[in-house]
Each structure stands twice: as C-alpha cells, then as structure tokens.
C-alpha cells in the first residue's frame, strides 16, 4: 500500500506540478521599490519571537538573547531593550556536553508571553537549560525570579516550538528532555503545576509543533462546555504502514479546565484528543502532508472560526505549497462525535490501527465537562471514572479526519515554501467578505492572496527581506492602519497589508483584484480604502473585484501624446524599456501600428523590452509597447510605452575611427568596413545606408531574431539591464524557452517533454542499477528474470517501474551502503519485477539488512490505488 502511495505520489508530482492547479503572483514588489520599516541590532540575530501589545503600540522581539520593545507603528524606532545572556558557568555545562558554545548554548528567547498589566513571562533556551523569568515592563528589566523552564521551552533552538498564554497559563508544545525525544504538550500553572501528555508514540510520536490557540466556546454555551486549545503539528503516523516516515498534519486539542485524573492520568491530560487535517487535491490525489504554520480567525460565535493552514508535501523538493481551511464546526464534529481509532496487535510484534467500533464508556472520553456530567456530579476531570480515562489514554487518536472546506486547498502555489500564514478578513467596497491571505515564503517573500469565486488569486509577492532567508513569524496587525510584522534570523521588518498607491493608473488598480484597493476619480489615484473611510461617501470610488476594468474612465496614457524620442548613431542598439509590472499580463509591441513578429534587428527581452541592435535605417519609427491582460473574461488591452526611434545621421569624419582598429565601443557607423553581413540579416539595406556589421554593435551579441530561446542569453549579455531583474537568478525555470516572464514560465513549458524526459531519467536510472546488480552478481535469480521480460516483452506498464523506483528515490543513501555484503539484499531492485503481479513482502526498510531473511513487517501492495491515506480500516 505505502509503495502504491508512494508511485502514485511520483507519477501525480508530475502531474500535479505540469497540470495542477497554480498560481501566479501578478504583481511583484522588490525590496528597494518599497520602503519598509526594518530593525536588527549589530551582534544580536535570530529575532523569532514576536509579540504584539496593540494597547501599548508595542511590539516585542524576542532574540538571541535579547529581548527588545519597538514601536509598533514604526518597528525602527526601538524603546527599551534587555539582554539576557548565560552565565559562564552554564556555558561550559553546555559546551561540556557536546554542544557549540557559538550556536547552541546561547540564550534563544522562545517564550513571549503578557502575563498582565506589568510583566511579560519570557522564557529562553538558555544553554540547553531552559529557563524562564519574568520582564517587569514598568522599567523593561528582568526580574530575576527564574523557573525551570523545561516543558516549557525547548532545549533546543532548533527544535519546534509553540507556546500560548491563555488565561495567565501556559500551554506549550515542545521537548521536555535535553535530547528532544520525549515530545510534550503542557499547560503551566502558577505555583508551578504542569499538566502534561503522556510519554507515548500514540499520543506524540515525533511532532513538529507549529501553532497553538484557544477557541472561546465556553462563554455562553448553553450546554455548559469549556474553552478547548488546539494545537497544530506534524507528526510521525502510527496509523500507517510505510517504509520511511509518513508524516501527518495533526490537530489535537485539549480541555481548558482539565486537572488531570485522578488514579489514571495523574496530572496528565484527560482531554487529549488528535486527528488528523487533511490537505488534498482529490481530484489528482495529491497529498500536502507537512504542516507549517496556522491561523484562526476568529468570530464571536466560535462555530464560524475559520482555521487556516500552510502545507506543503514531505517529497518536498517540488516547492509546491497550499493553504487549506477548516470549518470550525467540522473540527469540532470530529472531536465531540467522531469514531476512536485503537491499536490492534496483528502477527505477534506488528501493531496496527484500526477504528473502534466498541461501546466507548460514557462520559465520552476526552470531552469536556459540560453541564450534563455536573448534574451527575462530575464537576471537574478528577471526578471522570477510571473507564473513561483508560479509554482516553489508550484512544487519543480520533478515526475521522478533519476534511478542508471544499474537500481541497484554497491556493496552490508553485516554486515556493511556505512557512508563515496571517489572515485578515476584510470587507469590500460591494460589501462582500473577504479572507485575505498572507502568506511567507523560505525565501524572505510574501504573498498576499484573495480566493474569489472564480478561484484564487495572488495580487503581489512582496520580497520583504533583502538576502533570501525564511521567514520565521508573521503576525497582523489590523489597528494602526493594519500592519504586517514579520521575523527572521536578521532582524524584524514591518510592512503595510496594501500597496495601492503603486498602482499609477485605473486599469492598474482594478486588474490588481485588491479588496483594499480603489480607484479614487477624483484624486486620480489608486487609495487604500481602509485608511481612508472618513471620506468614503464623498468621493466616487471605483473598485471590482472581478478585475474588470472597464468602469474604468478613459484616459489617453501620457506616453501616446509623448513618445520618448530615442536618437541612436546608426548601427548601435537601442533599448526601448517597457514597465510590465504584471506577471499576468502578455506583452506585444507594434512597430508604425503594425504588431511585432519577426524582425531581424529586434530582441524581446526578458524584462518585456525590446531591444534593437545594429539601427538601421529601416528601424527607424514608432514603438509601442502593449500588454493585454484578462479579467472577469474580458481582454483588457494597454498601452504602457512609446517611442519614436530615429537615427543620428552618421558623421563622415567618425570614419576614421573604425580604421584605427575599430574599438568595440565605437559607436559609429562602421561605414567602411566589409565584413560579410550576418547570415539572417534579411533586411536589404536601403540606397544611401552603410551595410551594418556585427562588429559595430556595442558588446550585444547578434543572435537570431525573435524572442524564445535567445532571450536569456541576450539578459546575459547586458547585465546592466536595470529594469527588471527576475526575482531568483539561479532559478531554472528562467532557461526555459519562451521567456514572458519569470513567474509564468512554467505555465508555458513544453510539460509532455519535460514529462516524457522525466520517465526517461527513471528508466535510464533503473536500467543503470540493474544492470551493476546484474554485473556484481548481486541478483542472480531475479535479474535472470527480469532481463528475459525486459528483453522479451516491454509491456510493463512504466507507472510500477516508477513505484518501486519512488523507493530508491527516497532513501537513496540506504542502497550504497549495502553493498558491501554480497547477499541478496533489499535493494529496491528485486522487488520490481513481482510489483505487477500485486503484493510483495518487502523487508523494513530501515538499515537492519540481517532482518533480510525474516518476514518483512510491511505488506507492500504495488497496485496503483487511490492515495488519500489508503486508509487502514479493518473494521
Ligand atoms: C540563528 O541565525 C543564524 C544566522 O543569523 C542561523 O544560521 C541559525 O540557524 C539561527 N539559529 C536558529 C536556532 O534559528
Ligand atoms: C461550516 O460548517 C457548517 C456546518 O457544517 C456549515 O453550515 C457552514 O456553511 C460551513 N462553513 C463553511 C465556510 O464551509
Ligand atoms: C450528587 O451529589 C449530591 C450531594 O452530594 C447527591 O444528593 C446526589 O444524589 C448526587 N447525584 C448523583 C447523580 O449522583
Ligand atoms: C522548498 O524546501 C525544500 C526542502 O527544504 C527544498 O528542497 C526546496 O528547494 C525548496 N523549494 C523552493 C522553491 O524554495
Ligand atoms: C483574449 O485573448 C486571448 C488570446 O490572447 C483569446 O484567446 C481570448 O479569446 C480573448 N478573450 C476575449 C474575451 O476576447
């Protein structure tokens, strides 16, 4: 089954990544064309922890240790700041066993917390020995009254992480030993009281924690149920048989007012229920299986909380990314009347899960104490009968999975991971509600994203840090004219959640599909609609959504009264600039009214200009450069530049500069020189006008004409092209042909070469590893065999090669290893010729290949089937 999951898996990667439904970013802001609020201090790095204190206008980082106050309208402006560095002794504690003194064994604030009115509850790493204090915020200083801070902070500054302060108690999700082993989701309560999970690989196996909240459903409840925390990670499954680690998404949940049991589950939680999130593309079956981080907006009634989630697939290294959103009420469905999974011992060692169908004990395990079991006297979780809290222990996992709303991700996006989410709901000028979506990516970038009916759009990618690191925290802030603060290894930077004002012209505003964005008539201008509501019934605004444009009021451009007048010396280029700021927009360029095909002296460039080397006569004329861009299903054509090119009438006199060994930087016309003009030179050179030789260009290499493929090269050529420089320059998507622009390259690739090469590659690669297999004697009997089929009949169908292929794929440094040891080994290999006939015993694919003889614990099925967790009810 895991083998099918996971050729499938390969084969949809593909698909997904060819066919799948993306995403591009239409506008994109670079770091220098926007101008952010920054801060970092020299020496201090590592600003992961944020704070926001919108009642202070404070905004507070916790750093490698430091802590620092900044002003949240301006993060420039720091108030107060306080180091907390590790004494010497702790130092060499830490150093002593192993760990770097540079890197580890430093103070790494993780915990940020308003405690109440005075103090903030901060908590570090502190060399490997968590601790926490408390920061008085009257004089900014810590107070020197230190707990253990283990269960809750990390040991480690690498090990995820979450906390949340609800009520003046800390939950936390994190590692509660110094090796990180023994995960632990904890609520901390003065005096000293923790209530913890169980050490068990059925409550906790390996968790990634990202996110942790609380919904509010105890106020006004009618039935008398608590205020629940959830907490969001990823999680080694114990429900699944694969050969590697199968990852699962998880949310678990835990009862505000539990005390932990009495006999059973002595300070331990009583209320500890998980399931799993799903994130999928049904339709392909594609499975996104790594949570990254989560956001909940929040509403009054908490059965509308809208939970979002960022994910991306464990077989990560295709860079796509989704954002899924959950209905609260079908969280809460699962959790309050979903069906229990249990463990089930099948052949002696081998666990497996199954759903429970049983009677499960009343009160329901892991519930909440609501009114019903008060009237039955069991006023807190002490009083829960011992049938109930064993139950619970041994069943925290729940048998139903949390499904998105749609049954499938919000957004897709392709070439990016994303690590930090924040929404804002926001309503619209035609007074709709609308979930904007911010989303951060590994690379300092942001995404800011609507989904409208028609699907999801991303209305620009904000590059928010100069050098290409992940962004660690991202928190909203809606008061203050609504801001985004966002934290990373180098420092904190603030940035606005619109950039209307960049939108210069009204087609511009609207074809962004901004919910903050209007059109201003009177001011002529594009505003933000949510910093100006004071006026928003005097001024006529225009604002769709759709991205039709043309309520828009016509407005000849400035440029088609005023071409730029480009004057070059015959026979040098001219670069004819064209400012496309959308990625969505195509781009052509007439010449004298004529649309631009094929002309020998012409180079669309990367950046959307034109560039036309060796001038000639004939090129002399009128340039324009229009971009056509659909929305609400209509073509909206613009013109965004002109110009007039004409030629400098060449000076005789200049002549003599070519004789003297004719310069590459000479600009003239090469008027006496003979060299054979080039081959594509089509053009007959007017009566009068010197022949043109390659010679005389400045250093722009005469390539053919027309704009695919030369176009990189061309980009090459003239580093000092200042327009545009694409958003990552080692990218490989940018080689590709057809260059429009970065972003929607892959939207025009050849995807059944890039396909066919791919399974192409597999079978090169297979063929490769048969054949030393072969040659070293490795697979006497089924090398035989395969060797005949292969060379008898090819009709193996190629989808198993590649599923049995997946296994090599993804633990490639476990085959090398075994070579040494001449048996017959589980390679991958043998298992590929019997993959077709159905089940194959395979052995664990963990390093252990004297197990080789004993029955594999796996039943590895190689049919094809549908992944969705192939899930293992044996009910
Ligand atoms: C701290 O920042 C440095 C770079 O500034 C980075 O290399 C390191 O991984 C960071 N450490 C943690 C725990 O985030
Ligand atoms: C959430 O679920 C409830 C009940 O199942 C349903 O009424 C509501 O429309 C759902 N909301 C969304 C946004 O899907
Ligand atoms: C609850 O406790 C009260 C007094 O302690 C008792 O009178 C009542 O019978 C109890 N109810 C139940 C359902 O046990
Ligand atoms: C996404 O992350 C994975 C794993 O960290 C990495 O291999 C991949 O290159 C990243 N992709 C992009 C587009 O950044
Ligand atoms: C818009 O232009 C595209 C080609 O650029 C064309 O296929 C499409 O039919 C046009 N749509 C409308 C509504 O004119």
Redesign the pocket.
């Known amino acids: 089954m895991a083998l099918s999951v996971l050729g499938v898996f390969l084969g949809l990667l593909l698909e997904v990544s060819t066919h799948g439904p993306s995403s591009v970013p239409r506008t994109l802001w670079r770091h220098e064309e926007i101008s952010l609020a920054e801060f970092s201090e020299p020496g201090v790095c590592n600003y992961s922890t944020l704070l926001l204190s919108e009642e202070r206008g404070a905004l507070y980082v916790g750093a490698r240790e430091a802590v620092f106050q900044l002003d949240l309208s301006d993060v420039s402006i720091k108030k107060n700041q306080v180091l907390w560095k590790v004494p010497e002794g702790d130092m060499r504690l830490c150093t002593l066993k192993g760990k770097s003194a540079e890197t580890d064994c430093q103070n790494y604030i993780r915990v940020l917390q308003i405690l109440d009115e005075e103090r903030l509850y901060v908590c570090g790493t502190h060399a490997f020995q968590p601790l926490c204090d408390y920061l008085s915020l009257k004089n900014f200083t810590l107070m020197g009254k230190q707990d253990d801070g283990r269960g809750k902070c990390s040991f480690d500054p690498t090990h995820s992480f979450t906390s949340v302060m609800v009520d003046g108690e800390l939950y936390s999700g994190t590692a509660y030993n110094f090796l990180g082993s023994e995960p632990i989701i904890s609520r901390f309560s003065w005096p000293q009281r923790l209530l913890r999970t169980e050490y068990s690989t059925s409550w906790l196996n390996e968790p990634s924690f990202v996110f942790a909240d609380v919904i509010r459903e105890g106020s006004n409840s009618p039935d008398g149920d608590d205020d629940k925390i959830y907490y969001f990670f990823t999680e080694v499954s114990v429900e699944y048989d694969f050969f590697g680690k199968l990852l699962i998404p998880r949310i678990a949940r835990v009862c505000k007012g539990d005390l932990g049991g009495q006999r059973t589950l002595q300070k331990k939680w009583t209320s500890f229920l998980k399931a799993k999130l799903v994130c999928s593309m049904p339709e392909l079956n594609f499975v996104f299986n790594v949570i990254h981080d989560v956001f909940i907006v929040k509403t009054s009634d908490w059965r509308e909380t809208v939970i979002y989630g960022v994910f991306?697939s464990q077989w990560?290294?295709m860079?796509l990314s989704a954002v899924c959103a959950y209905n609260m009420t079908s969280v809460d469905e699962v959790f309050s009347k979903g069906k229990y999974m249990q463990k089930a011992t099948v052949e002696q060692s081998h666990t497996k899960w199954v759903q429970y169908n049983g009677i499960t004990p009343s009160p329901r395990p892991g519930a909440c104490i609501n009114n019903q079991n008060r009237m039955q006297n069991i006023t807190n979780s002490l009083l829960l009968p011992d049938k109930t809290l064993q139950f619970v222990k041994d069943h925290p996992l729940m048998a139903d999975a949390v499904l998105p709303i749609g049954h499938g991700p919000r957004l897709i996006a392709k070439?990016?991971?994303y690590t930090q989410i924040v929404v804002e709901r926001v309503t619209a000028l035609d007074n709709n509600v609308y979930d904007v979506l911010f989303a951060s990516?590994?690379?300092g970038f942001l995404h800011k994203s609507v989904v409208y009916e028609g699907g999801p759009h991303i209305i620009e990618e904000i590059q928010l840090l100069k050098s290409a690191q992940p962004i660690k925290t991202l928190l909203l802030s809606t008061q203050e004219g609504s801001f985004l603060y966002a934290g990373s290894d180098s420092g904190v930077v603030q940035s606005p959640t619109a950039f209307c004002d960049k939108y210069v012209t009204c087609e511009d505003c609207i074809l962004a599909r901004d919910p903050y964005c209007a059109w201003d008539t009177h001011a002529v201008s594009c505003i933000n609609v949510f910093q100006k509501k004071d006026n928003r019934h005097h001024r006529r605004f225009i604002q769709n959504l759709r991205g039709d444009a043309e309520e828009c009021p016509s407005a000849r451009p400035r440029s088609i009264d005023r071409p730029d007048q480009m004057v070059v010396k015959p026979g040098s280029s001219a670069e004819l600039s064209c400012d496309v700021r959308s990625q969505l927009a195509q781009v052509f360029w007439k010449v004298n009214g004529n649309v631009l095909t094929e002309s020998p002296h012409v180079l669309l460039m990367a950046d959307q200009g034109l560039l036309v080397y060796s001038v000639s006569p004939q090129d002399q004329g009128h340039y324009e450069c229009w971009t056509v861009e659909s929305a609400a299903g209509k073509n909206f054509t613009r013109l965004v530049a002109s110009y007039d090119l004409r030629l400098e009438l060449p000076e005789i006199s200049l002549a003599s500069d070519i004789l003297n060994g004719d310069p590459p930087t000479s600009r003239t016309a090469a008027a006496t020189t003979t060299a054979p003009p080039r081959g594509n030179n089509g053009n007959n050179n007017a009566a009068g006008a010197s022949p043109l030789t390659p010679s005389a260009l400045s250093s722009v290499p005469p390539p053919p004409l027309t704009r695919p493929a030369t176009t990189a090269n061309v980009y090459a050529a003239k580093p000092d092209t200042k327009h545009y420089v694409p958003p990552h320059d080692s990218d490989p998507r940018e080689q590709g042909p057809e260059i429009k622009d970065p972003h929607a390259t892959y939207l025009q690739y050849d995807n059944s070469k890039a396909l066919l090469f791919l399974f192409l590659l597999f079978f090169l690669l297979f063929l490769f590893g048969l054949g030393y297999n072969c040659y070293m004697q490795y697979l006497p009997g089924p090398c035989l065999r395969l060797r005949a089929a292969l060379l008898g009949s090819q009709k193996k169908p190629q989808r198993e090669y590649a599923a049995c292929e997946a296994g090599l794929m993804d633990k490639p440094d476990q085959a090398e290893p075994q070579r040494q040891n001449g048996a017959i080994r589980d390679t991958g290999y043998e298992t590929e010729p019997e993959c077709g006939n159905g089940k194959v015993t395979s052995n664990s694919y963990e390093q252990d290949s004297e197990s080789a003889s004993k029955q594999g614990p796996f039943d590895v099925n190689c049919e094809s089937q549908p992944i969705e967790y192939a899930d293992a009810d044996a009910s």
């Open positions: 991306t990560g290294n860079g070439n990016v991971n990516t590994d690379k």
